[in-house]
Nanobody
Framework: QVQLVESGGGLVQPGGSLRLSCAAS????????IGWFRQAPGKEREQVAC????????FYSDSVKDRVTISSDNAKNTVYLQMNSLKPEDTAVYYC????????????????????WGQGTQVTVSS
């Protein structure tokens, strides 16, 4: 129902910052929950943050809490993930996902609740 395109990844030194974007098309995100996921080689996919685009509720995984901020700009139909103090273990392909999910903000929806996924953007943290 919605097409998602991630951008903003790249190579960054430890301690650096990146701002990832998830641009949506096909429909407005007003009623959607958006999640940011990452997957490193040999590891399971991990949801690092989520947001309700209608209510503004957010939640973060312990692995990135205090280092990342998820936000939405409904006028641009885009969700962002600001990442600071990056570490080598943050290296992964980062994906955004969208779903028409009732969102309470107590925790992120399960990854199986999301319906649409982007193609991913590579983040590499290395010196």
């Amino acid at each position: 129902q919605v097409q998602l395109v991630e951008s903003g990844g790249g190579l960054v030194q430890p301690g650096g910052s990146l701002r990832l974007s998830c641009a949506a098309s096909g429909t407005a995100l007003d009623d959607y929950a958006i999640g940011w996921f990452r997957q490193a080689p040999g590891k399971e996919r991990e949801q690092v943050a989520c947001i309700s685009t209608s209510g503004g509720d957010t939640f973060y995984s312990d692995s990135v809490k205090d280092r990342v901020t998820i936000s939405s700009d409904n006028a641009k139909n885009t969700v962002y993930l600001q990442m600071n103090s990056l570490k080598p273990e943050d290296t992964a392909v980062y994906y955004c996902a969208a779903g028409l999910i009732l969102w309470t903000g107590d925790y992120c929806p399960d990854e199986t609740d999301y319906d649409d996924w982007g193609q991913g953007t590579q983040v590499t943290v290395s010196s």
